[in-house]
């Protein structure tokens, strides 16, 4: 394709644009992930801690019922605990729902998973206690609570870890949103600078290929105005620039064989007229010998005619 100067200057406005919207493009994704990382902890973060709130609340709730359950002096008050137990196991496993849709990683999986292990464990070693307590065998109750209670403090404890691993979650969400952001400003300050290189570049190639050519069209033009018509022409280009040299190229081609012309016209009529000053010449030495020899003529007629005249006096 033809490279000329509107395609060259447009080249130019093009990889500035293409460099404008690579930075935009790039500042918009990273602008992005700093707000993906700093908004993390109110879209996650602080639902999963509701959530798991919302389990280890249930939990406790279960495991105090559990202890009245045993305090009960009848059969309804009994009957009504074991409602209430139903509902905060509900309240249990629809925090533990809520948090699974929250999950950050794997590690936050495997945690939850700890989670539900230990509170069906749970729920699985008070069964007897609660049987022998509508039994009203209190004592053998207490102590079927006894391994529960084991599992039951495993469970706060994991519900506690699980929080502080949220917190730990929110954090690392902080350090993110603060390096992405860093990240973005040199990245955004690189680009900037690649595109300027790149702007420079193209401008100072679009410059030398048309100041130069211009350059050598005014110096051409010169030397054809002192009368020099030896200068070389040279053409590199075949844009607007270029075809001016290859037009001055001609013009001072047809320049010379125009005067090559006009000198040998010259010389013509020089030769010509050294001919006709030749021959001017040569007439007129033949012209003054024959006037000379008129003069003779003439000069021997009078000698000839006065002798006949003597003579005509003598007879």
Known sequence: MKMTVGRKIGALALSALVGIVVIVGIAEYQTGKVY???NFGNVNVVPSLAALDMAASGFATQRLLVYRHLLADDDAQRTAIDARIKEARAAIEEGLKKYELLLADDK???????DRA??????????????LSRQNKDAEAREALVKPAAVAEKL??????????????????????????SAALWITLALALVTLLIVAAISVFITRS??????????????????????????????????????????????????????????????????????????????????????????SMEELTSTVKQNADNA
């Open 118 to 131: 230990l509170e069906a464990e749970y729920s699985t070693l008070i069964e007897p206690a609660l049987v």
């Open 210 to 299: 048309v100041t130069g050519p211009l350059r050598d069209a005014v110096a051409a033009a010169e030397a054809v105005a002192e009368g020099d018509l030896t200068r070389p022409i040279v053409v590199h280009s075949s844009d607007e620039t270029g075809q001016l040299l290859a037009a001055m190229k001609t013009m001072q081609d047809k320049l010379g064989e125009v005067i090559g012309t006009i000198r040998e016209a010259t010389d013509t009529v020089g030769t010509a007229s050294q001919e006709i000053a030749a021959g001017n010449a040569d007439l007129s030495q033949r012209t003054e010998e024959q006037a000379s020899s008129l003069e003779e003529t003439a000069s």
């Open 36 to 38: 993906d990382a700093a």
């Open 156 to 181: 706060n404890t994991a519900f506690d870890e699980h929080q502080a691993y949220n917190m730990k979650l929110a954090q690392k969400g902080s350090d993110d949103a603060v390096a992405a952001k």
């Open 108 to 114: 936050d999986k495997q945690m939850l998973a700890a």
